[in-house]
């Protein structure tokens, strides 16, 4: 079982709907979780960090529920640039290192 | 520009051929990080620094795979006998966080290794 599972999409959704990624995680002892957003050819780029209690940047919100060991990211009111690849990201207790999903491909189109 | 930079940012070569990459990470940052990413997969850990010291290596890190930091600046990783296993997109990233604590990475725009 990979440490770090996201469904690799496509997701195609139209401008201005809003759209959910979940991914799970493995290591239960695991305690910072981010999402990072990866441009094709690009490099990746920190999007937003999760905490327990969830927290929100614009149209962006970030949810955490370590009982059953799965992060989301809801993106309200899509627009075209987000099109991007999501990687869901865990920090797991004790190791000094980022273990990355495989990434959820996103197509906003007009 | 002040972010990670990382050098070459393609380099093709052949198979048994050893190769080094380079990365300058963010000036005030003592940790540094090498990932390696194939196509339609995530970032792969491979190994990381604080400041000059090699704290952690992946087991995907075979004994053909080295990399230095010294004086804590910029690091290098070499593959020795190159396959074309190898071939994928190298990434440094480096941060200034504390372990553990919302650790934020600074990535480079990779070296991409082509082994024929």
């Known amino acids: 079982r990979k440490e770090v599972e996201q469904d690799p999409g496509p997701f195609n959704v139209p401008e201005g709907a809003t759209v959910a990624f979940n991914c799970t995680y493995s290591n239960s002892a695991s305690q910072s979780f981010f999402w990072y957003r990866q441009d094709c050819r690009k490099e990746p780029k920190l999007l937003m960090s999760?905490?327990?209690s969830g927290n929100e940047d614009g149209r962006f919100t970030a949810q955490l529920n370590r009982a059953s060991q799965y992060i989301s990211l809801l993106i309200r009111d899509s627009k075209l640039s987000d099109s991007a690849t999501y990687l869901c990201?865990?920090?797991?207790?004790?190791?000094?290192?980022?273990?990355f999903g495989a990434g959820t491909r996103l197509a906003v189109h007009p | 520009d002040t972010g990670v930079s990382q050098n070459p940012r393609h380099k093709i070569t052949k198979r048994g051929q050893n190769v080094t990459f380079r990365c300058d990470p963010i000036s005030e940052h003592n940790r540094l990080y090498w990932y390696r990413q194939t196509l339609g997969q995530g970032p792969e850990f491979l190994t990381y620094f604080q400041n000059e010291a090699q704290l952690e290596k992946s087991r995907l890190l075979s004994d053909r795979f080295s990399a230095e930091r010294p004086k804590g600046s910029f690091s290098t990783l070499e593959i020795q006998r190159t396959e074309q296993g190898d071939s994928a997109m190298y990434l440094c990233a480096s941060s200034s966080g504390r372990q553990g604590t919302n650790e934020k990475l600074f990535f480079g725009s990779g070296t991409q290794l082509s082994v024929l």
């Open positions: 999760v905490y327990s």
């Open positions: 990201v865990v920090n797991p207790r004790g190791y000094n290192k980022l273990i």
